[in-house]
């Protein structure tokens, strides 16, 4: 009786980490070739879902054409051979691999990647159908109790049989059971067939078999025979108790048979069923949608061949824009052609060369734009400068501009600048040329440089091509301003127009709603597998995309907002192509710099006309007018140019510092001389005041000093005067004096026309003054005028004459000090120190001069009091004596000096004679004693008393003779 099969019928398979293990099938027990059933494969019956690869839309979905998939009979475990023993731990894996090797056993089998995962929801809906029988069952089973017992026992009885087929087995040795037994090898011969039993010495006769040897040979084959029986045994009852399972693999077998039939039948009526539905509702419907798709296609093919033969007229519009100068357009149209030739028509294969022949087209315009604009430039900037200041052909500058930015030529400031250097070369030739013409004196033809020809031209001629060549310069600059304005304003135009451009597409990014254009590319997608039978699927993508955003537009919204989310191409062609926002403020200042260098430059080209001019030094021969003429129409060009360009050029103030520097020297050299000339010839001498001077010192009464405030009222009857009226004060001078006053109001007025040479003038002037207070030492205290003039004597009244004008020259330092500080910068009124020392030098000279006086008067007391005795008459001939130069001494400087300084002088003089007569009495030996020399001694101080006060302005003075007297011994 055959045991219940304990194991299901169908193999499960092994599942290690994660992957699919399959048992290998032993073959039938006689696995012949000739016998094996050939694999074949049954038609597919699973439809192959699409999954949007090239192959899936080109064939379409199929249900019936599918062969590749893993049917039953791709396995590749032998179905028998698994039935025979479906418990693997139990299965002794010997008697297998005899035949077919140990590999046999455990073999690792990839899954097939045809199968999909099996998860626990695949079985959901069988569980729930068999849930009610599975109840069922179990209910059944609680009914009937018996068949577990029964189950139970039989499986006793299993396990009895197996333990003593265990023990059967064992008895035969582990020799017959090794995999590697094989009778051919001697060993196995030998431990199988023990001939050392057969061999030994028997009874019988000689060479044949003992009745021992066939005992023993019998007994083996019957050991052999139990073995074989046990084996059988064995076999037989795993056999048996796996019958059930052998007749349900068979029934199974035949059941499966036919279900296959039933379903290849359902399969059979399905295609006919779904052959019916693809020629009822499908072939029409679809047959619509690619007659759409075609004659979109259509559409698509017609729209190309009129775009190819608008890109096949570029060429010649192209060279139409060019013959009318229309750069920019021709440009535009370059462009947009060569975007459509790499987006639209790209791999036409007609158009292969048009490219190429664009760009060289392009770099043939980039060059003639710049000969046009360096053509532009060199006609505007050369010609006449008086003719009309508006700017021609603004808009073809226009044009230009935008077309070298456009192609990023952004050098083109370069090319302008260089003619406006060969344009500023030209200025200077043709002001020379022009002036030459009406001046005769000069001959072209001798002298042709420009340096020699100015050179010989008189100052005023020179003066007046100068002040033409500034003319030229201002207006020059005036027409360089306008165009680089024009120049600026383009510019300012592009930088505008690449901010909102920025700025536009920023805000459309921000306002994308990037869900609805998934949403929107998903139903296009969708539309595009459905409706599409062919390799073009990015052709319908793009289709579709090109119909919404042609949607979009003629609903007003932006392309950047429509469902392609592609911006437009061609603007942001155009914009890729200008200059970024840096390079374009780059060129901005660029602008302003050049215009600062066109200043710059003709500054130097007037420093080169000034240059040429002084170098034989006529311009420090010049008068101070003159030169005054030239620093105003130096100063006033520089400040036009200043105010015109917004730059402080230096070069030409430079150059008229220089030539001031020599101006002045020259200016203080001649005065220097002069005033040494006047001063070798001065007498010393009271001079008349002429009524001009008075005049010129008069309107310096406020302070103001300048030349040109001077009146020039009344006739050639004016008288001069013997003083010079100065405040109400009277100033008895010389003659030089008075050239002195006016020299250095002629200082200061050139100051005031040149205020750059202040610095420079003090200095001179602080020379000028130390020369006449030195020189003046020199001949009246140092007696030169002796020599130099021929004077007999230094007298009194020289020396008085010459402090009072010394006093004049201080009174007028003050006023000098406070013009010169008014005109000097901060960081130079240190300079004005040198005042301080004049004064001091001057206040030391006076101090010397009037010691002087003083000495000359003490030496005629010294020489007359020696004399004097203490005697009748009275008074003596000493004091008449001394009182007669008091009176000589008072009418020389009375007249000259102030009152206050004629008692001053007049009381040292006193002072002196106090002294001499003090020794004098002394050494006479005469004393305070009431006696007669002393009654004479009276007398004589009386008469000197009396005779002095009645001398102007000396009243109060008199000898104290309390301090003439020795004490008494």
């Known amino acids: ?33 000739s016998r094996r059933r050939p694999t074949r494969s049954l038609p597919d019956v699973c439809p192959k879902e699409p999954t949007g690869d090239g192959r899936g839309l080109r064939e379409g979905p199929s249900v019936v054409s599918e062969h590749d998939r893993w049917t039953v009979y791709s396995s590749k475990v032998n179905l028998p051979a698994a039935l025979n023993d479906p418990r693997l731990a139990k299965r002794e894996s010997d008697f297998f691999t005899k035949t077919w090797g140990v590999d046999f056993a455990e073999t690792e089998v990839m899954p097939s990647f045809c199968l999909s995962n099996v998860v626990p929801e695949h079985f959901s809906a069988y569980l729930q159908e068999s849930a009610q029988r599975e109840r069922i069952h179990q209910r059944c089973k609680t009914l009937c109790p018996i068949k577990d017992d029964i189950v139970e026992a039989v499986s006793s009885i299993s ?32 431990a199988v067939l023990p001939w050392s039993h057969f061999n030994g010495g028997g009874g019988g006769g000689g060479g044949g078999r003992s009745s021992r040897d066939v005992a023993s040979s019998k007994l083996l084959q019957e050991k052999l025979s139990h073995y074989l029986d046990v084996v059988e045994v064995s076999i037989a009852r ?9 007749f349900h693999a068979m029934s199974s077998q035949h059941e499966l048979r036919d279900r296959l039939k039933e379903t290849q039948e359902a399969v059979a009526v399905l295609r006919r069923r779904t052959a019916a539905i693809d020629r009822v509702m499908c072939q029409g419907p679809l047959a619509a949608l690619r007659a759409a798709l075609t004659r979109n296609n259509c559409v698509k093919l017609h729209n190309k061949l009129k775009l190819m033969a608008a890109v096949h007229q570029t060429q010649p519009t192209v060279q139409l824009l060019l013959s009318t100068a229309e750069f920019v357009g021709a440009l535009e149209l370059i462009a947009t052609t060569k975007e459509v030739l790499q987006q639209e028509l790209q791999g036409v294969h007609s158009f292969r060369h048009l490219g190429s022949q664009l760009c060289e087209l392009e770099k043939l315009i980039d060059k003639m734009m710049v000969e046009d604009f360096s053509m532009y430039a060199r006609s505007e900037l050369q010609r006449s400068l008086r003719d009309d200041t508006q700017l021609l052909e603004k808009e073809r500058l226009q044009s230009l501009v935008f077309g070298l930015l456009r192609q990023r030529k952004l050098d083109f400031l370069d090319i302008y600048g260089d003619e406006m250097m060969a344009a500023a070369k030209a200025i200077v030739s043709q002001c020379v040329a022009e002036r030459l013409v009406s001046i005769d004196d000069i001959d072209t033809e001798v002298v042709t440089k420009l340096a020699e020809q100015m050179r010989l031209m008189t100052f005023l001629q020179w003066f007046e091509l100068l002040k033409d060549v500034f003319d030229c310069f201002l207006l020059f600059l005036h027409r360089m301003k306008a165009t680089l304005g024009v120049i ?3 510019v300012l135009e592009v930088l505008e127009s690449n901010q909102k451009i920025s700025s536009v597409e920023k805000s459309h990014l921000e306002h994308q709603q990037p869900h609805e254009a998934l949403v929107t590319c998903g139903d296009v997608a969708e539309l595009a597998y459905l409706t599409h039978d062919g390799p073009f699927i990015s052709d319908a993508l793009h289709a579709a995309n090109a119909h919404q955003a042609r949607d979009a537009t003629s609903s007003g919204m932006p392309a950047a907002e429509s469902g392609s989310g592609e911006p437009n191409v061609m603007s942001n062609t155009a914009g890729d192509m200008m200059p970024s926002d840096l390079e374009l403020k780059r060129v901005l200042n660029n602008i302003q710099e050049l215009l600062h260098a066109a200043s710059d430059v003709s500054h130097d080209r007037c420093v080169k006309i000034l240059t040429a001019r002084a170098k034989d030094g006529s311009l420090e021969r010049i008068s101070s007018a003159e030169f005054v003429d030239l620093s105003v129409a130096v100063e006033s060009f520089a400040k036009a140019t200043e105010e015109l360009c917004d730059r402080r050029s230096v070069s030409l103030r430079g150059a008229l510092q220089s030539q001031a520097d020599r101006f002045v020297h020259r200016f203080h050299e001649e005065r220097k001389t002069k005033l040494s000339l006047l001063l070798d010839n001065e007498r010393w001498k009271q001079a008349e005041v002429p009524a001009e001077f008075q005049e010129l010192v008069d309107s310096m009464a406020d302070g103001t000093i300048a ?37 250095f109001l002629e200082y200061c007025q050139c100051v005031n026309d040149i205020p750059a040479v202040a610095t420079d003038m003090l200095t001179r002037l602080a020379d000028l003054l130390k020369h006449f207070n030195s020189r003046s030492c020199q001949l009246v205290l140092g007696a030169g005028a002796l020599q130099v003039v021929g004077l007999k004597t230094i007298t009194t009244k020289n020396l008085a004459l010459a402090s009072r004008c010394l006093q004049l020259v201080m009174f007028y330092i ?20 040198h005042f301080d020392h004049i004064t001091k030098d001057y206040n030391d000279h006076v101090a010397e001069i009037w010691a002087k006086l003083v000495a000359i008067m003490d030496s005629v007391f010294e020489k007359v009091l020696t004399k004097y005795e203490v005697k009748a008459p009275m008074p003596s001939s000493c004091f008449r004596h001394v009182c007669k130069q008091m009176v000589k001494m008072h009418e020389a400087i009375n007249d000259l000096l102030p009152a206050e300084q004629t008692q001053m002088l007049f009381s040292r003089i006193n002072g002196s004679l106090k002294m001499n007569l003090k ?13 007669p020399q002393h009654g004479l001694v009276v007398v004589d101080v009386a008469f000197y008393t009396e005779n002095v006060q009645a001398l102007k302005n000396l009243e109060t003075l008199d000898l104290n003779m309390a301090e003439i007297w020795e004490q008494k011994r």
């Open 919 to 931: 020794r004098q009495l002394a050494r006479l030996a005469v004393v305070n004693d009431g006696g």
């Open 159 to 190: 396990t009895n049989q197996v333990e003593k087929s265990r023990a059967e087995l064992d008895q035969v040795p582990k020799i017959f059971l090794k995999p590697d037994f094989a009778l051919d090898e001697p060993s196995t011969f030998n």
């Open 707 to 743: 030349l040109a405030a001077r009146k020039a009222t009344g006739g050639d009857d004016r008288k001069p005067g013997d003083f010079l009226l100065v405040k109400g004060r009277k100033y008895a001078v010389v003659g030089t004096v008075l050239l002195l006053i006016r020299i």
């Open 1 to 33: 009786m055959a045991a219940r099969p304990i194991s299901s019928p169908v193999p499960r398979p092994a599942v290690r980490d994660g992957l699919f293990r399959k048992e290998r099938d032993p073959p039938s027990p006689c696995p012949s070739p």
């Open 814 to 833: 003050p006023v000098i000090r406070r013009h010169f500080e008014s005109k000097l910068q901060p960081k130079h009124l240190s300079v004005l120190r």
């Open 488 to 490: 600026r304003s383009v």
């Open 238 to 246: 795993q056999i048996s108790l796996r019958s059930e399972a052998f």
